[in-house]
T-cell receptor, first 113, second 113 residues
Framework: DTAVSQTPKYLVTQMGNDKSIKCEQN?????MYWYKQDSKKFLKIMFS???????INETVPNRFSPKSPDKAHLNLHINSLELGDSAVYFC????????????FGQGTRLTVV | DAKTTQPNSMESNEEEPVHLPCNHS???????IHWYRQLPSQGPEYVIH???SNVNNRMASLAIAEDRKSSTLILHRATLRDAAVYYC??????????????FGQGTILTVHP
């Protein structure tokens, strides 16, 4: 069983479209995250939810909207996709936020053409 | 976010120990020191973390300086599978960065057969 799973693994779409990436964890964790890794390989946190509550919201365009229907899921919806949104998006989860390890998914490679 | 400084790259031979250094001179008293690694085309993977004392687990050892301004990740016997980007991260236990895993540029470890 995959601990943190993301779908889809690859996503190719045209500029201006709206798309969603789904993330599910089966570890019973209470905190989930979205990270973006750009072409230069920098990993940057975007959002974090703890018990379905948004706790970290970095400077991200408001075209990006996370949604946490329950503690096991954190989805990322992106409106009006732009070329610069092309990146690999990683979901992660942890139990607690400090003295604990985070588990990452395998990533979703988004390509906007 | 407290900063860490790591060498851009390091090389090792298979089955030899590897010492990956990290400087974090602005660490606060409650920041945890975390290490993650990212293998090619995969999500980041937890390696080890600690607060003040040295830590050992099945993957590695973490040696933390007495003043906590630096730490060293030790891989006791490098294998080809250990070739990855290694990230040293300070995870804040308070403030606006509470719980955030802020990735830097990391150290690219190359392991030679």
């Amino acid at each position: 069983d995959t601990a943190v799973s993301q779908t889809p693994k690859y996503l190719v779409t045209q500029m201006g479209n709206d798309k969603s990436i789904k993330c599910e964890q089966n570890l019973g964790h209470d905190t989930m995250y979205w990270y973006k890794q750009d072409s230069k390989k920098f990993l940057k946190i975007m959002f974090s939810y703890n018990n379905k509550e948004l706790i970290i919201n970095e400077t991200v365009p408001n075209r990006f909207s996370p949604k946490s229907p329950d503690k096991a899921h954190l989805n990322l919806h992106i409106n009006s996709l732009e070329l610069g949104d092309s990146a690999v998006y990683f979901c992660a989860s942890s139990f607690g936020r400090i003295n604990t390890e985070a588990f990452f998914g395998q990533g979703t490679r988004l390509t906007v053409v | 976010d407290a900063k860490t400084t790591q060498p851009n790259s390091m090389e090792s031979n298979e089955e030899e120990p590897v010492h990956l250094p990290c400087n974090h001179s602005t660490i606060s008293g409650t920041d945890y020191i975390h290490w993650y690694r990212q293998l090619p085309s995969q999500g980041p993977e937890y390696v080890i973390h600690g607060l003040t004392s040295n830590v050992n687990n099945r993957m590695a050892s973490l040696a933390i300086a007495e003043d906590r301004k630096s730490s060293t990740l030790i891989l006791h016997r490098a294998t080809l599978r250990d070739a990855a980007v290694y990230y040293c991260i300070l995870r804040a236990a308070g403030g606006t960065s509470y719980g955030k895993l802020t990735f830097g540029q990391g150290t690219i470890l190359t392991v030679h057969p």
